[in-house]
């Protein structure tokens, strides 16, 4: 069982090496963890605000298919967004019957137990529901926001895919969710924040052979911590899968305001770690929050603030842990010789070892038998 998890694993890691708007110069690169990330923040707020206005939503249909939806990338790889929509206009049955069989070539990966459903909620991610609308919207933002960073310095190159994606984003003028989404003024804040942690890159004091940036390795710590929910409700413990996807997606939010302050650091001494607390508070109150609807903000507040607090924030900060491990394997695997990862992975998966979480447990025996074939 873990070793299939493992390799399911190994394969949303693809999405950290694949890059977009290859076909044109761009400002800054961004791959499609990232990518998936941005999409993932659009996606929980226009599910908030529908259901600030009474809309019902499945957030249990919603969170699988943002956390889904990326893993046939990980097969098909980086076939641009104008060559896709060419094909499906050209040919929709062939590009319906590549998906369909990139989603059962992935599906012996997904957990026995809940593999249809996830194959079904990979297939109508999005779909006519509510919550297909929601993912479609959530999709075209995050692409609208990269390609409006890349136009400022080549506008020649992305006026045209400017215009595509109003143009596919003027189809959901009549939902109400996005007409309050693109009317608000803290939007502006909340994208700004989301750019920071785009160029937010990990383990910057080390030279990295494939980089990872906060925005990235939010999305996958969200996969790794979903998977363990399931597999702990397996066994018998309550664990709320869908609080657990909410504080693994929200818990690096404060980053792109206070920056990533290592918790060596905040732990250097007595009481400091207790002063960054409350200066993320008030930094997240006042810079990120202000102009939100109040009941918004504090569903989103409590989960960036406290994302480790309770049973499904023990389990985000393994998942969290899990991530960085595997970020360090694959600077092992890529020939990165620096023992500072070694040193560290060490570290964390002796922690990982003493989790309550007998699940987590048994995973991090598994990655530590992958560190020492490695190192063979």
């Not at 052979?209 to 390795?217: D, L």
């Amino acid at each position: 069982m873990y070793q299939g998890l493992i390799r399911l694993l190994e394969l949303y890691t693809n999405l950290f090496t694949m890059f977009r708007w290859n076909n044109r110069p761009t400002l800054l690169r961004t791959n499609e963890a990232e990518n998936a990330f941005i999409s993932a923040q659009f996606s929980l707020l226009l599910s908030l605000i529908a259901r600030e206005h009474g809309e019902e939503i499945n957030e249990d249909r919603l969170f699988k298919r943002i956390l889904f939806k990326e893993l046939p990338k990980c097969i098909i790889s980086d076939i641009s967004v104008d060559t896709k929509v060419l094909i499906k206009e050209l040919d929709p049955e062939k590009w319906d019957a590549v998906f369909d069989a990139t989603v059962s070539e992935v599906a012996p990966l997904l957990p026995e137990n809940h593999r249809e459903d996830f194959m079904n909620e990979m297939k109508a991610a999005k779909d006519d529901s509510i919550e297909g609308k929601i993912i479609s919207i959530g999709d075209l933002l995050s692409a609208t926001l990269e390609a409006d960073i890349h136009s400022r310095f080549f506008p020649e190159y992305y006026e045209e895919a400017l215009g595509s994606l109003k143009k596919r984003l003027s189809r959901f003028d009549d939902f109400q969710p996005y007409r309050i989404l693109k009317e608000s003024l803290w939007i502006k804040d909340y994208q700004e924040a989301l750019v920071v942690l785009l160029r937010a890159v990990r383990w910057n004091r080390l030279k990295r052979n494939v980089e990872t940036t906060v925005a990235g390795h939010s999305f996958y710590v969200a996969v790794i911590a979903y998977l363990l929910a399931l597999m702990e409700n397996e066994v018998g413990n309550n664990v709320n899968s869908l609080e657990v996807v909410k504080k693994a997606l929200l818990h690096d939010i404060p980053e792109s305001l206070t920056g990533d302050i290592i918790t060596p650091t905040k732990r250097k001494v007595k009481g400091f770690e207790e002063v960054i607390s409350r200066v993320e508070e008030k930094m997240v109150s006042e810079r990120l929050l202000v102009h939100m609807p109040e009941s918004i903000a504090l569903e989103l507040k409590q989960r960036m603030l406290d994302p480790f607090g309770g049973t499904e924030g023990k389990l985000v900060r393994a998942a969290d842990l899990t991530a960085a491990v595997v970020e360090c394997l694959m600077e092992i695997k890529t020939g990165n010789a620096q023992l500072a990862f070694r040193s560290a992975i060490s570290n964390m998966l002796d922690t990982l070892s003493e989790s309550e979480f007998e699940n987590v447990r048994y995973l991090s025996d598994s990655l530590r038998w992958g560190l020492e074939w490695v190192g063979r």
